[in-house]
């Protein structure tokens, strides 16, 4: 495994897995540019190291996680499932029945305790080889990136933020963006379900300034481990030493009383206070949308340490596939087995891309009685990470969930849209700009699943198979609509089978009077659209034969109890944009673009 950033990325180089860019780049825009083009190449592209970046004296490394091989390499695996698999032999550990099995115990214990983080025994730590307090301190000299154009400012994208808990005295490590305010302060952009924000919450109460310290540039499993969406209370330095097989050496801070990596490039030491907060944002999130400017703890540095020639590490996040998609999918193979340790029945489950982490899951399932899926639907709602989680699907263990495919293929054979929809409300993410409120709003869970005896059958809707001659009358009646600027079958190759759903995508202009109901109500009126039961609305300027662009504007824009119109077996889905004549006051984001 790897010391430090710096080893992690020799061996990138030494895999051809990096590329090194000597011209000078500025980080306002022109450093994104360059990443997310990068990052977009089939595969993930390259990881980039900049050398020479304008107003700064340290290089910048990007997409170093931006690939299934350098995510592999990252954590030490050949293959995403293995840190799950050795997951998987502490969780499946039970008591000793005889000595054979007592004296297994003792190399195993032997192994738990040597991830436990470890304290630097020398005299300097590598990240306090250069130390800077007081009048010392400036910001602007890092290279920190202004990624967007829409950007309230420059953005410390990935921070290790250490805090600890001030009534368990449990460290948290975790990773909130930073805006840069000035030479000393920056936003704490702490969600208000992260821990970060739990323990901040302890402090407020009492009125005391909490401590804080951020590492920049750790080494990989580190820098992933503050990614984990680990239970309260567990250290994730724990996690980071079980995946290098060794443990985090710690440094005490200069100027404030918590530990952080000694091998980190960087090291900000200081403190937010309790009643301080600042207008920050807005900023180009990974949900390919502008997150909305608010009110966030200030962070204000007291010391700036780093190696002697340490190498700023950062990333960006927009529109999937991004480095953060791969650190993603190694926290979904990796949190598999402690899944199934409250939910045996799941088989496998599968966050796509499309849904950036939080607006779907789909769920393979071992059925077993009547209801289970939506069992499984309200239990996943209930827990942890997943109670954010908007939509969920179920299907049957025979689904391979590695294979997109087989999912639509039971979308289009098995969905029943009288019984098979789940609404629900509850909690989502600060980050989903399509319900009508702030982190609460509706859910949707849809049953695959075959059907048990004791649930309702499923409905045949014994409408007509749309042959050349009805699929050319369907599209003339589409487009005679009033907004109505475009419209594709979907899945036309299915056309002859007996399905149960058929998919119509439609281009909708909308207009102040004119919003995503009014779309509903024409389609479902029209006679010649009847063969199509599902209809999704697009913005104009929608590719409608971009499969992936399509999922992405359904999972972020939709809101399922306001913008699905079901009558009968028919619904109509509005992926629109939202506004006033949707029944939509909130302001709506922008879509990130290098355009502006």
């Not at 996690?239 to 060794?246: D, P």
């Amino acid at each position: 495994m790897y010391r430090h950033l710096r080893d992690f990325l020799a061996a990138l180089e030494r895999e051809g897995e990096l590329l090194c860019v000597t011209e000078t780049v500025s980080p306002y825009l022109e450093i994104s540019k360059f990443t997310d083009r990068e990052s977009k190449r089939p595969g993930g592209g390259k990881a980039l190291l900049f050398e020479n970046v304008k107003g700064s004296a340290f290089p910048v490394a990007v997409n170093i996680f931006g690939s299934m091989k350098r995510m592999c390499m990252a954590l030490g695996v050949k293959d995403l499932d293995e840190p799950g698999r050795r997951i998987r032999e502490f969780i499946d550990f039970h008591p000793p029945r005889n000595l054979r099995e007592a004296l297994e115990v003792v190399p195993r214990a032997v192994a738990v305790s040597r991830f436990f983080p470890r304290t630097f025994k020398g005299k300097t730590p590598p990240c306090q080889e250069v130390v800077l307090t007081g009048d010392q301190v400036d910001l602007s000299k890092l290279p920190v990136l202004h990624c967007w154009p829409q950007d309230g400012g420059p953005f410390i994208t990935l921070p290790l933020v250490v805090t600890r808990s001030l009534e368990t005295g449990k460290r948290n490590v975790g990773m909130y963006r930073m805006q840069v305010f000035d030479r000393n302060t920056t936003g704490m952009h702490w969600h208000i379900h992260k821990d970060g924000s739990h323990y901040y919450n302890e402090y407020r109460r009492r009125g005391l300034r909490m401590p804080v310290a951020v590492a920049i540039g750790a080494d990989p499993a580190v820098t992933y481990a503050a990614t984990a969406p680990l239970p309260r209370g567990v250290d994730e330095m724990m996690l980071a030493g079980f995946i290098r097989k060794r443990p985090v050496v710690m440094a005490p801070c200069v100027t404030v009383d918590l530990m952080v990596p000694a091998e980190a490039e960087f090291v900000l030491e200081g403190y937010v206070d309790p009643e301080e907060r600042r207008m920050e944002g807005p900023f180009g999130d990974h949900t390919g949308y502008y997150s909305l400017a608010d009110l966030y703890p200030v962070f204000h540095v007291t010391a700036v340490t780093h190696r002697r020639n340490p190498i700023y590490n950062a990333t960006l996040v927009g529109r999937p596939p991004m480095e953060d998609c791969y650190l993603a999918k190694a926290t979904e193979r990796m949190f598999l087995p402690m899944l199934q340790t409250v939910f045996p029945e799941i088989v496998d489950y599968w966050l796509p891309w499309e849904g950036v982490f939080h607006n779907i899951v789909v769920v393979a399932l071992d059925k077993e009685y009547p209801g289970h899926a939506q069992k499984i639907m309200s239990g996943l709602w209930g827990q942890g990470q997943m109670s954010f989680c908007k939509a969920i699907i179920v299907t049957d263990r025979s689904v391979d969930l590695t294979n997109p495919a087989g999912i639509i293929d039971a979308l289009l054979t098995r969905l029943d849209i009288t019984t098979d929809i789940t609404l629900t409300q509850g909690v989502l993410d600060v980050l989903d700009h399509s319900s009508p409120f702030p982190n609460f709003g509706n859910k949707i869970g849809l049953d695959l699943t075959a059907r048990f005896p004791g649930e309702p059958p499923r409905q045949s809707r014994g409408a007509a198979i749309p042959t050349a001659d009805h699929a050319a009358r369907a599209r003339e009646a589409a487009m005679n609509i009033p907004g109505v600027a475009g419209v594709r079958a979907l899945f036309p190759e299915r056309s002859k089978d007996a399905v149960l759903n058929r998919i119509l995508a439609v281009s909708a202009v909308k207009s102040a009077d004119r919003g995503g109901k009014a779309f509903a109500a024409d389609i479902l009126d029209r006679p010649e659209l009847a063969a199509f039961n599902i209809v999704v609305l697009f913005d104009p300027g929608i590719d409608l034969f971009d499969g992936s662009l399509m999922l992405w504007k359904i999972f972020n824009n939709v809101d399922p109890g306001r913008d699905m119109v079901r009558r009968g077996c028919r619904v109509v889905v509005d992926a629109c944009k939202k506004g006033p004549m949707d029944g939509h006051d909130r302001e709506w984001p922008d879509e990130l673009t290098f355009d502006e």
